[in-house]
Nanobody
Framework: QVQLVESGGGLVQAGGSLRLSCAAS????????MAWFRQAPGKERDFVAA????????IYADSVKDRFTISRDNTKNTCDLQMNGLKPEDTAVYYC????????????????WGQGTQVTVSS
C-alpha cells in the first residue's frame, strides 16, 4: 500500500495563493492515480482535482477550474495542488488520495488517503 502525507496548508487572504504538496511512500508512485479532495465543516468530502499516472490527463471540479492546477513528479513521489485566486469558499481540510486504477471524481474509488491539511481563506 501507499502512505500519503499532505503539507502546505495555512491561512491566506482572498485572492491569494497556496501550494499544497502530497508526499507518497511505500509503493511505486507512478502506479497510482492521484487526486485532491476537500471537506468543509459540516459538509461532505468533495472532489477537487485528479491526475493520471503519467500526468498526461487531468480532471477538475467546475468550482476550481482555471484557478487550481494539479501536478506530479514521479521522480520525487509528490503530487502538488497549486491554488490561485483563493476564495473564502475554498476554506476546507484538503486531502490527498491515491488509486491504482481509475481517474475519477468519486471518493469511493480512492483506496488511500492522507491525514489532511487545513486551508483557511479570509475575506
Amino acid at each position: 500500500q501507499v502512505q500519503l502525507v499532505e503539507s502546505g496548508g495555512g491561512l491566506v487572504q482572498a485572492g491569494g495563493s497556496l501550494r499544497l504538496s502530497c508526499a507518497a511512500s511505500g509503493r511505486t508512485f507512478s502506479n497510482y492515480v492521484m487526486a485532491w479532495f476537500r471537506q468543509a465543516p459540516g459538509k461532505e468530502r468533495d472532489f477537487v482535482a485528479a491526475l493520471s499516472k503519467s500526468g498526461s490527463s487531468t480532471i477538475y471540479a467546475d468550482s476550481v477550474k482555471d484557478r487550481f492546477t494539479i501536478s506530479r513528479d514521479n521522480t520525487k513521489n509528490t503530487c502538488d495542488l497549486q491554488m490561485n485566486g483563493l476564495k473564502p469558499e475554498d476554506t476546507a481540510v484538503y486531502y490527498c488520495a491515491a488509486d491504482r486504477l481509475l481517474l475519477s471524481k468519486s471518493k469511493l474509488v480512492y483506496d488511500y488517503w492522507g491525514q489532511g491539511t487545513q486551508v483557511t481563506v479570509s475575506s
